[in-house]
């Protein structure tokens, strides 16, 4: 068992005094699931430690973008040459447009894109491109996908009956959410509805092509060729947020393993190998409307910023130069579900385990988890206690029942036979 987390409830007790909930993003509060979080001194390939001197094994890598896992040398050393030769000139270098190119050799229906710093910053201006390139304002999201924190994304779905959303923030103006329509995932049949009656007024639709912001759940086979068929006869955009899934799922995304081309793709996360990068991309008729080409204005001091630039490029060559790294995660992962469904066997709990590629989730359900309605319907208590017996026993994962578990190309059998040792025994807390 780790270490009390004595240094890390002073650190954090610190930490709230001057910080709202002590952290600089909620999730890792840790309110979730009622305990302390563990307060970081280091990170190196599967193994995250803190600062109580407790080594744990990763399944959160950082939320997604430590595919490789943590300070992988290539990367660092990078990162070491880079930092010598300043840290941001807010100016054009050959390192975006070099990481621009290794993303398209990912995702060529990118045609076109557009470095940022975050996830959330790629949806928004994706969706101000889509409203800007239609002339419409309405979007259609779904409830459960998380898109960033930006106004028209904080909206739920409206009650009832309802089919405008409603703001789940305070700070969101009645107005802004007007303009989202909410649905539910993998329901294509409220999609075509909604279309049919306002299918003129809608610029896009933004979907998790795999969401994992409620959990794991794939999008079921015919939802996403639907929702392209659906938009494609609006004349709507469609935006794929691969910002988590992306470079997940398959080599090309998970627009390659369905086979549908979106209008816009969102990524961040992985593209910059865990510094502060994301991007918008796709059609070049569309792209070619963000300024300083067209009218559709958006910008960032810190956009393209050399060292991300230059983590994000080690990153993907090194996923680039290996051929079956989807392959391998896929099946490493798959191999550790296996043996988690063995141990909740022995003890006699319900689960549903829900895996896309090297992403997968633990839903303390007795039914399949096909949107946000059934993965709220999950056992949060169960979890949460089967959460706190695996970080007691050395295994650190999402703090929240709606967040996905994700596996590195840093993760080894020695790992996983560890973490399905912690399982046998968490399953019965
Ligand atoms: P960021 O703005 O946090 O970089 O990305 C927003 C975002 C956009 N799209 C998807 C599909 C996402 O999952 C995210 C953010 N992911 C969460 C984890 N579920 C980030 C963790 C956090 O909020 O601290």
């Known amino acids: 068992m780790v270490n009390k987390l004595e240094k890390s409830a002073a650190a954090f007790e610190k930490a709230k005094k001057i910080m709202p909930g002590g952290v600089n993003s909620p999730v890792r509060s840790y309110q979730n699931v009622d305990c302390t979080p563990p307060f970081i001194s280091h990170a190196k390939g599967s193994k995250i430690s803190d600062i109580d001197g407790n080594e ?154 795999v969401a994992g912001n409620m959990g794991l759940v794939p999008s079921k086979k015919n939802f996403l060729p639907k929702l392209r068929e659906v938009t494609e006869k609006s004349n709507a955009l469609l935006i794929f947020d691969e910002v988590m899934c992306g470079f997940r799922v398959a080599k090309g995304g998970v627009q390659e393993k369905y086979n549908v081309k979106p209008d816009i793709t969102c990524l961040g996360k992985v593209i910059g190998g865990g510094l502060p990068c994301a991007a918008y991309g796709g059609r070049e008729d569309i792209m070619r409307n963000v300024s300083p080409d067209g009218k559709i204005y958006q910008a960032g001091t810190l ?39 063995i141990k909740a066997e022995l003890a006699n709990v319900d689960v549903q385990i829900q895996q896309a590629g090297s992403m997968f989730s633990i839903f303390f359900n007795t039914k399949k988890v096909s949107n946000y309605i059934d993965a709220k319907s999950s056992d949060q208590n169960k979890f949460k206690r089967w959460f706190i017996a695996m970080l007691e026993r050395g295994i650190y994962l999402p703090p929240s029942q709606y967040e996905t578990i994700f596996v590195s190309l840093a993760h080894t059998d020695e790992d996983f036979a560890k973490t399905l040792d912690a399982a046998e025994s968490a399953f019965f807390v």
């Not at 390139?133 to 739920?156: A, P």
């Not at 007007?178 to 409220?190: C, E, G, M, R």
């Not at 230059?310 to 989807?326: M, N």
Request: glycine fraction near 10%.
């Open 56 to 209: 744990y094994i990763d399944f959160v890598g950082s939320w997604g973008p430590a595919i490789l896992g943590h300070a992988h040398p290539q990367v660092v050393e990078a990162l070491q040459k880079a930092v010598e030769r300043g840290t941001s000139f807010g100016a054009p270098t050959e390192l975006e447009t070099e990481l621009a190119e290794l993303v398209q050799k990912f995702y060529p229906t990118m045609q076109v894109m557009r470095m940022v710093n975050s996830g959330i910053e790629a949806t928004m201006s994706a969706l101000r491109l889509a409203r800007g390139f239609t002339g419409r304002d309405k979007i259609v999201k779904f409830e459960g996908c998380y898109h960033g924190h930006s106004d028209s994304l904080l909206v739920g779905a409206g009650s009832g009956a309802a089919t405008f959303g409603e703001p789940t923030s305070p700070g969101v103006t009645l107005g802004t959410s007007q303009d989202t329509i909410v649905l539910q995932y993998n329901d294509i049949k409220s999609v075509e509805k909604i279309f049919a009656e306002y299918g003129s007024e809608i610029a896009a639709v933004i979907v998790e092509p």
């Open 303 to 341: 956009s393209g910023n050399p060292l991300a630039m230059t983590a994000g490029v080690e990153t993907l060559k090194i996923l680039l130069k290996d051929e079956s790294y989807i392959d391998k995660l896929t099946k490493k992962t798959s191999k550790l579900i296996e043996g988690l469904k």
